[in-house]
């Protein structure tokens, strides 16, 4: 256990200030989210938005709506290599999960497999396709939505880690027919919890409007825990602080579960105040982001075993850097050094879907090769705005510390 100076990984920041917008807001209520409501209608061009307790209940509002319009389809198809939140939004729904391979390169679905998967659908068994914008690296939506016309799939785009990305189509989160963000601890912009639905299909938001009627409050305990969060947040995501919450065990921080039993609820007073001022914050965020992922892509380039995802026109803001090292024990190493040294290089999800037994029992069969190396391989870099100079050269050193450049 490291004590002293240790960067997180992925720094959403919540100032005090924040804070106590945040508690103005609780005592606005309604109004408070009637805000936050239209300014992110605005931002994303969308007809309609629904405010809720986290992105696993965003993307389970989502299922069971589109399961409502469409009771005799079940399937789910997601990215085999993912944030195990997927799967137990989907079996929370009630739903199937179907697993498909990602290509490597890209971190995207592998194109090959998902047109298989949709071709061998003869019986119309698959709801909904979920285009995943992980690390902030942009999915190919409008691929999925031309691979499915002419069915009525739904396209729901994941963009749990992409608030705020553009991209030549528009913002992230606004291809598909509907689309969710996370603002989660570890995600781009954090109202400690929270998530954000988005559509423009009239029809879809009715079915999410019936949904939505059996999600809770949050109750005044659990406000005061939000609370509590907000401030520890606040104080502690600084580098100087943060080694003291990564070693308290019970607060599982960037822990990845298998849970279907999270709650649902809507979003209170207390998470919109927090939000207060996301625009210009999220502005700033991403520029900062945007710079430090072109320096790592810059410092990467040409290493031998160190591969990146290709995806970098137009320059992107991603939420942590994704590098693939294809040696496991310089692997190993590197993220050993990075953990006594504070750097905030991490892992993302321990394992590929396929390997979750007894939780994904549909996939079993299907061998999902391309994501268990993913998982095997990948490693994530911090981009947020509290890496310096310093840390940068610190990171390059150990990351290279058993590595040649390559004469090209
Ligand atoms: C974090 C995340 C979710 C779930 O969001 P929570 O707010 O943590 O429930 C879903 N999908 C992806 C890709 C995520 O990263």
Redesign the pocket.
């Known amino acids: 256990m490291r004590l002293g100076r240790t960067l997180p990984p992925a720094a959403a920041l919540v100032p005090l200030v924040s804070v106590l917008h945040g508690l103005s807001g609780g005592m606005n209520g309604a109004s408070e989210i009637r805000r936050f409501e239209v300014e992110l209608k605005r931002y994303h061009a969308a007809e309609h938005v629904f405010l809720v307790s986290?992105?696993?209940?965003?993307?389970y509002l989502i299922l069971k709506a589109l399961h409502r319009l469409r009771p005799e389809k079940d399937g789910v198809v997601i990215p085999a290599f993912?944030?195990y939140?997927?799967p137990s939004?989907i079996v929370r729904a009630g739903l199937r999960v179907r697993l498909c391979d990602i290509d490597s390169d890209t971190l995207d679905f592998d194109y090959p497999s998902l047109e298989k998967l949709v071709k061998s659908d003869k019986a119309g068994t698959i709801l909904a396709i979920l285009p995943?914008?992980?690390f902030g690296v942009p999915s190919d939506v409008p691929r999925v939505r031309r691979l499915v016309a002419g069915t009525s799939i739904k396209v729901v785009e994941?963009a749990?880690?992409a608030l705020g990305v553009r991209v030549q189509g528009g913002r992230l989160g606004t291809l598909g027919d509907v689309g969710?963000f996370?603002?989660?601890?570890?995600?781009v912009f954090s109202t400690v919890?929270?998530?954000v639905v988005l559509t423009s299909d009239a029809e879809v938001a009715e079915a999410i409007k019936e949904e939505l009627r059996l999600f809770k409050e949050y109750n005044a305990a659990e406000i005061f825990w939000l609370v509590v969060q907000a401030v520890v947040l606040s104080l502690f995501t600084d580098p100087r602080l943060f080694w003291i919450p990564k070693a308290l065990p019970f607060l599982k921080l960037g822990k990845?579960r298998f849970d279907p039993g999270?709650s649902l609820k809507g979003m209170s007073g207390f998470q919109a105040g927090l939000s207060r001022g996301w625009q210009p914050a999220l502005k700033r965020i991403s520029a900062i982001r945007q710079a430090n992922s072109a320096v790592w892509k810059e410092a990467l380039r040409g290493w031998q075993g160190v591969f990146q995802p290709n995806v970098m026109a137009p320059p992107l803001s991603f939420l942590r850097y994704p590098v693939l090292i294809r040696n496991s024990d310089r692997r190993r190493a590197i993220l050993k050094e990075s953990e006594l040294r504070g750097l905030g290089i991490m892992t993302a999800y321990p394992n590929s879907l396929d390997r979750l037994e007894g939780v994904i029992h549909q996939g079993a069969g299907e061998r999902c090769a391309n994501a268990s190396s993913v998982a095997r391989q990948l490693v994530t870099l911090p981009v947020h705005g509290y890496v310096t100079h310093l840390d940068r050269q610190k990171i390059k050193g150990v990351f290279f510390m058993s590595c040649r450049k390559t004469t090209r």
């Open positions: 986290s992105g696993k209940a965003s993307l993912n944030c939140s997927v939004a995943t914008h992980l994941d749990a880690q969710f996370s603002l989660g601890r570890g995600k919890e929270g998530g990845t999270f």
